[in-house]
């Protein structure tokens, strides 16, 4: 639907400025449609190209998206604070599956470990004394090559969790305009940060075994300086690297030395499956784990493992602004790591996350529904219509989030949230869900 907000401006400055104003003030929310290019601009009376060049800029930071004869739309989430603010809490008595994030009662106690902390870290530090932590980056070492990940070939540093170092690296290697591939469906933050970036998003599908080897195939084919692919517990399908397909993606990236491969293991402790790294295949790669979903996602931690050049690149930029992770974070993770119930609390909550996630694609394949989750802590259901199946399940008492955060070319779907999900109220969810996807069909909006 057209929103009505008077963008005005007589060059493409001022445009950009008018479309900004109403982003950040509110009447342009995310999704709001623009109006068309020849129609503003005979509005404004500018000449059409004035308009293209606006929309094209707000388009290269990530602002807006053009979705062919659909038009020009404001992002989910624009790289831009708006009055609005965030979004609404799910309605009182809903029970929200919407999230995507852990189960805060399952996070390991901080206290123990901050008092810890507190013994052994009460000096102030200098700026002399600052980066990546000693024992952290020795620790993560030590997990990462447990997990055959090659930490030999390459070097380690410390960012602010996965997404940070995943902007670090594509910006330690690729310039606005540079494609990258995006596995489809994919994690929402990441699409809508590759878009902030002015880079373009190339879809690689993905099917339980992780990104399908002719997808990777296509998105080289397509020109990729960079591809971003989760370990395990891929967000929103559950997807895992299986062995095979490991050594399928390596082949394909063998032959492709110019492409930056960046590894996502952000499931990290929570996961039973074991790690088939794609790491050093070629000769410029990354591995990122990162504290937030095992320990807590206000900790800001990620250890990366990259090669030198990379690890390099990363790590000087980094020093020239925000310098380091403070060093008391950094030694908390180390805390939390050497702590053996921290360690027991993490496999009781991966467990009872497997046992979640289980019991609803059960429940959904005894009713006939085909779902996705074969790690984490998400649940991805293909329906005909995200937004409609979404829509009847708020109404029921559910809040789900719609796949169109999640996708960029393939099918419709939802994706449930389960780290909180109580096993009693599984056959509820999965009978609600089945009658949302005939809801969503008989709408007959499936597109
Ligand atoms: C696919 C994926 N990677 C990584 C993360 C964690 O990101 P960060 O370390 O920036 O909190 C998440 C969190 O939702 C995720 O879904």
Excluded: C
């Excluded at 000096?123 to 070492?141: H, I, K, M, N, Q």
């Amino acid at each position: 639907m057209p929103v009505h907000y008077q963008i005005t401006g007589s060059g493409a400055a001022e445009i950009v400025a008018s479309v900004e104003t109403g982003m950040r003030q509110g009447p342009l929310r995310p999704g709001a449609l623009l109006p068309p290019v020849r129609g503003l601009a005979a509005d404004l009376g500018v000449a059409p190209a004035t308009v293209a060049a606006a929309y094209r800029t707000l388009r290269d930071r990530g602002l807006v998206e053009t979705a062919g004869r659909n038009g020009t739309r404001v992002r989910h989430r624009p790289p831009l604070v708006a009055a609005i603010g965030r979004p609404a809490p799910a309605p009182p008595g809903t029970v929200d599956l919407s999230t995507g994030e852990p189960d805060r009662g399952r996070l390991p106690a901080l206290g123990p470990r901050l008092r810890r902390l507190a013994g052994t870290a009460s000096e102030p530090l200098r700026y002399a004394d600052s980066g990546p932590w000693p024992d952290l980056v020795t620790l993560g070492r030590e997990r990462l090559a447990a997990d055959g990940v090659p930490v030999q070939s390459g070097a380690v540093t410390i960012t602010s969790g996965a997404l940070d170092a995943i902007e670090r690296l594509l910006a330690a290697h690729l310039r606005p305009g540079d494609t990258v591939g995006v596995e489809d469906p994919g994690w929402a933050n990441l699409i809508d940060l590759v878009a902030a970036l002015g880079l373009h998003a190339v879809p690689m599908p993905v099917d339980d075994d992780g990104p399908t080897v002719d997808g990777l195939r296509a998105a080289v084919r397509a020109g990729a300086a960079a591809v971003v692919v989760t370990s395990r517990a891929q967000n929103p399908t559950g997807a895992t690297v299986s062995p095979q397909r490991a050594a399928g993606l390596r082949r394909v990236l063998a032959s492709a030395p110019q492409v930056l491969v960046i590894e996502d293991d952000h499931a990290g402790e929570l996961a039973a499956r074991p790690l088939a790294p794609l790491a050093a295949a070629g000769p410029r790669w990354a591995f990122v784990r990162s504290v937030s979903k095992p320990y807590g996602p206000d900790l800001r931690v990620a250890v990366v493992a990259a090669d030198e050049a990379t690890t390099a690149r990363v790590e000087g930029r980094m020093r020239l602004g925000a310098g380091w992770v403070s060093s008391l974070l950094q030694r908390l993770v180390v805390e939390l790591w050497r702590d053996d119930t921290v360690a027991a609390t993490v496999d009781k909550a991966g467990r009872a996350y497997d046992r979640r996630r289980d019991g609803l694609v059960a429940a959904l394949a005894e009713r006939g529904v085909p779902a996705h989750g074969r790690s984490g802590i998400n649940v991805w259901i293909p329906v005909p219509d995200d937004a409609a199946a979404v829509g009847v399940l708020r109404d029921a008492g559910w809040a789900v989030s719609p796949g169109s955060r999640h996708r960029q070319a393939s099918p419709p779907g939802i994706r449930v949230t389960v780290s909180t999900l109580s096993l009693d109220a599984v056959p509820a969810l999965a009978d609600a869900i089945t009658g949302a996807r005939t809801s969503g069909r008989s709408r007959g909006s499936a597109r």
